[in-house]
C-alpha cells in the first residue's frame, strides 16, 4: 500500500465528506481498512469502525479471493445523499477559505497597528503558551499583506502544522482569521493603545473572532482548530465570561482527542509525520493539558484530560528558524531556551491534576457509592494524602530547572534583555501557579 507524501496529503484535504459516519459505521464503498488510510482522525479499540477494520483485515487475510464490495446507493442513507448534493453544488455551508460576500468579516487594521498588536502577544504571551508553529504562523500572517495577482502559491509550509500551515489553516482560512483576531485581542491588553482605545480595539477584535466560530468551524478536522480554541481560551481566562471559556477549552481537547493528538500512534500506515509535525502536535496537545487543568481547578468542576496517560514532553527547540533542530537549541550552558517554562509547567499541571482527583474530587474511576454516600473513602482527603502531596510540590519545587527557578535563580545578567525579560515573566508565572 502506497504511503502518503505530505504533497499528498495537500491534494486529499479537500474531501470533506468522510468515509465514516457520525455513529462510527464506515460509509465508503471500499473496505474498511481504506477509510482509515483517508482520514487524519481518531477512533479508539471500542468503536464500530475500528471493529469493521478488524474484521475486514481478517476476512482479506483468510480468503483468496476478492470479495465483491457492497455498494449503498445515496437513497439507502438520505443524510449522505442530501451531504452530497450539497458538495456537488458548490454549497457546503463550511466555509473553509474567504467569501468575498463576506469581505467585512476578514478586515484587518493598519499594518503598523497589526505589527504593533502581533509583536505584543509574541513578547508577552506567546512564551506562556507556546502551542503552535511561530514561523509557519508569520509566514501566513506576512502574505496577508502581499498581493498574489490571481496565482495560486505554493504552501508556505508543510500539512500538519496548524496555524498558517496548508492545507485547512494557512491566512485565507477562516481558522486563521479566527485565530489572528484573538491574538490582537491579547495582544491589545499590553499595547501602547490609550486606556479607552485599548477598550475599544479589544472589543473589536474579540467580536470579529467570535464571528468565526460556529459548527462550521468544528467539522473543518484541523488542528489549527484546537490551537486557536485554545488562544480563545487564554483570552477568556481574563474576562467575566467563564461558561465561554470552560467550553472552548472543553471543545479544544474533544476536538484534539478526534485528531489522535493525545496518543503518539497514527491508525493510518499511509501518513508520514515529520519530527516538526510530531512535535506541534504533541505541543498542541500539552496546551489542551494544561488549559484544561487550569480551568477545572479555577472552576472546582472534572478536567477532560487528567485520566489520559502523558505523551512524551516536548523538545526545548525554540523553532525560530521552522526546523527542529535539537543539536542547535539553546541550552542551560550557553543561552537559556525560553521552553524550559513549558517543560516546567507541564509537569505542575500533572501535580495540579493529582490534587484536584485526590482532595476536591472523588478518585479516578472509582464509582461513587450512591446508595450511601456518607461510605465513600474518607482517606482520600486525609491528612497523609495531602502531606504526600505537600511532599510531591516540593520535590517539584527543588527539582525545577534553575533557569526557571524562584528559589535558586539562575543570574541572567548576561542574557540578552528580550529573552531575559520573558524568562524573569515565566518565572514569576510559575511561582505563582
Not at 130 to 141: Q, S
Not at 321 to 326: A, I, K, N, P, V
Not at 357 to 386: F, K
Not at 395 to 404: A, C, D, G, K
Amino acid at each position: 500500500m502506497p504511503v502518503l507524501s505530505p504533497a499528498e496529503r495537500l491534494e486529499g484535504a479537500s474531501e470533506l465528506v468522510g468515509a465514516i459516519t457520525a455513529m462510527g459505521a464506515v460509509s465508503t464503498e471500499k473496505d474498511a481498512s481504506h477509510a482509515f488510510d483517508a482520514t487524519d482522525d481518531f477512533y479508539g479499540s471500542s468503536s464500530a469502525a475500528s471493529f469493521m477494520k478488524e474484521a475486514s483485515n481478517f476476512v482479506k487475510k483468510n480468503h483468496t479471493h476478492r470479495i465483491p464490495d457492497i455498494d449503498v446507493l445515496p437513497t439507502q442513507m438520505p443524510h449522505l445523499a442530501t451531504y452530497n448534493s450539497l458538495h456537488s453544488k458548490g454549497d457546503l455551508g463550511i466555509p473553509t477559505h474567504m467569501q468575498f460576500a463576506q469581505a467585512d468579516k476578514f478586515a484587518l487594521p493598519t499594518r503598523a497597528l497589526a505589527d504593533h498588536l502581533l509583536k505584543r502577544y509574541f513578547e508577552r504571551v506567546y512564551w506562556l503558551y507556546p502551542f503552535f508553529h511561530k514561523p509557519t504562523f508569520e509566514r501566513a500572517y506576512e502574505s496577508l499583506w502581499t498581493p498574489n495577482h490571481g496565482h495560486s502559491a505554493e504552501p508556505l509550509s508543510p500539512p500538519g502544522l496548524g496555524l498558517g500551515s496548508s492545507p485547512g489553516a494557512d491566512a485565507s482560512t477562516i481558522v486563521f482569521h479566527f485565530a489572528l483576531n484573538t491574538i490582537f485581542a491579547l495582544g491589545c491588553q499590553f499595547s501602547d493603545l490609550s486606556p479607552d482605545g485599548k477598550a475599544s480595539a479589544l472589543q473589536t477584535y474579540f467580536d470579529r473572532a467570535k464571528a468565526f466560530v460556529s459548527l462550521d468551524l468544528l467539522d473543518l478536522n484541523n488542528i489549527g482548530v484546537v490551537q486557536a480554541l485554545l488562544l480563545m481560551t487564554i483570552f477568556l481566562l481574563g474576562t467575566p465570561f467563564p461558561q465561554r471559556c470552560w467550553n472552548s477549552v472543553g471543545v479544544a481537547c474533544r476536538l484534539a482527542q478526534g485528531l489522535g493528538l493525545h496518543t503518539e500512534a497514527s491508525q493510518s500506515t499511509r501518513i508520514i509525520r515529520s519530527e516538526l509535525e510530531k512535535e506541534i502536535r504533541r505541543r498542541t496537545w500539552h496546551g489542551c493539558v494544561i488549559l484544561d487543568l487550569t480551568v477545572s481547578m479555577t472552576y472546582g468542576r472534572p478536567t477532560m484530560t487528567a485520566h489520559i496517560d502523558a505523551l512524551a514532553l516536548p523538545s526545548i527547540a525554540e523553532l525560530d528558524y521552522g526546523e527542529l533542530d535539537r543539536q542547535n537549541s539553546p541550552s542551560s550552558g550557553s543561552v537559556p531556551s525560553k521552553m524550559y517554562f513549558y517543560l516546567e509547567h507541564i509537569q505542575q499541571c500533572h501535580i495540579m491534576g493529582e490534587i484536584l482527583s485526590t482532595v476536591y474530587q472523588s478518585p479516578l474511576g472509582r464509582p461513587t457509592n450512591l446508595q450511601d454516600p456518607s461510605s465513600s473513602d474518607q482517606a482520600t482527603h486525609g491528612l497523609d494524602a495531602i502531606l504526600a502531596l505537600d511532599e510531591k510540590l516540593s520535590r517539584y519545587e527543588r527539582s525545577v530547572n534553575p533557569i526557571m527557578s524562584w528559589s535558586t535563580p539562575t543570574d541572567l545578567m548576561a542574557v540578552e534583555l528580550e529573552r531575559r525579560q520573558i524568562i524573569v515573566t515565566q518565572r514569576t508565572v510559575l511561582h505563582g501557579k
